[in-house]
């Protein structure tokens, strides 16, 4: 995480801002020990050069608890905010352990949608895969169709999510599913394996497959570029 | 037309008697395990997977068969299926329950 950190404080062009798509902290099933968590990773983030940065939950940090601790440290869940011109959307599909939004936050989607004109341009920031990616590992938001419904008259809605620790893209119809590398515990590929566990750490390679993105928003288009967890 | 449809019920209860009982399979879920976590199965044999959990909720999702269920404390989850195809088939805790969930997983082997 540090290395992260000092990674992108050495962009050369720092970023307009800074979103974490969930999984701030590992699991733990002890409240006290959460919070001391959730603690030390809002402390090394904070030296971030950057500072607009956006959190969200994983289930790692949100699902045993129902995202009370981490409410404590970053506020809500689910949120809105606009950016030069792109609304963004942050959807919380962690909080309830089984991996839903939830009728109440599906209601509140769509009347926020209902306020975006059906060009606009609309990322939506989520943990969980909106689409069935891998039923099989948990890869998956139960009621994922719902919100994917409520995008499909927007025309320039693009879903950036997390949880599955590699990168990825998936169209469902026009829309664009994009998730990252992580920072650390790097997943194998959808169901290439015949247990869901991180791919084993390489003392020769201790860096491989994590990292982050940059993203850039130009004409409607969205650049994505990989950048490694450490400067190489 | 009350009687017509007595009789009917009455009808679909003789057929109801002559099919054979599914078997019933027990199936107990605890942080971070199914208890089997293997199961055989024989190809066109009804079963009904009776599913509980010993501590919190929990869930049981096998998508390849189409199946899912949720495990709450207290209750039984019935989940009756008669295996159509051959094959092994992976079964997940889909509710996530601690620090061992994504380990909580077994195996349906449907044998022809």
């Known amino acids: 995480m540090k290395k992260a950190v000092a990674a992108v404080n050495s962009l050369n062009e720092p970023p307009d801002f800074i979103v974490f798509t969930g999984d701030l902290t590992h699991t733990t099933d002890d409240p006290k020990e959460r919070r001391r968590r959730l603690a030390q990773f809002k402390e090394i983030v904070s030296e971030l050069k950057v500072k607009d940065v956006r959190f969200m939950p994983g289930e790692h940090d949100a699902s045993l608890d129902r995202g009370e601790a981490y409410q404590e440290f970053f506020g809500k869940t689910h949120y809105t905010f606009d950016h030069k011109g792109v609304h963004f959307i942050a959807l919380d599909n962690v909080s309830d352990p089984a991996g839903r939004i939830g009728d109440e936050q599906l209601a509140w989607l769509a009347a926020d949608l209902a306020k975006q004109p059906r060009d606009s341009r609309i990322v939506v920031l989520t943990h969980r895969p909106l689409f069935p990616l891998y039923p099989q590992w948990d890869w998956a938001t139960r009621d994922g169709d719902k919100a994917i419904e409520l995008l499909m008259p927007h025309r320039n809605a693009t879903v950036f999510y997390g949880h599955i620790h590699q990168e990825h893209h998936f169209k469902t119809a026009h829309i664009e599913h994009h998730a990252a590398k992580s920072l650390i515990f790097p997943q194998p590929a959808p169901g290439s394996v015949p247990k869901r566990a991180p791919v084993a750490w390489d003392p020769a390679q201790p860096y491989r497959g994590l990292g982050f993105r940059q993203i850039e928003a130009e004409r409607g288009e969205y650049k994505l570029t990989e950048f490694p967890v450490v400067r190489v | ?112």
């Open chain 2, 1 to 112: 037309m009350k009687r017509r449809a007595f009789l009917a019920l009455l009808v679909a209860s003789a057929a109801w008697a002559d099919e054979p009982a599914p078997r019933v399979i027990p199936i107990s879920a605890r942080k971070f395990e199914f208890s089997p976590a293997e199961l055989e199965l024989k190809l066109g044999e009804p079963v009904v997977l009776e599913l509980t959990t010993e501590d919190v909720h929990m869930g049981f999702d096998a998508p390849a068969l189409g199946l899912h269920a949720d495990i709450l404390p207290g209750r039984v989850a019935r989940v009756p299926f008669t295996p159509d195809k051959p094959g092994s088939f992976e079964f997940a805790c889909d509710v996530f329950c601690g620090s061992g969930h994504e380990e909580m997983s077994g195996v349906i082997k449907v044998r022809s």
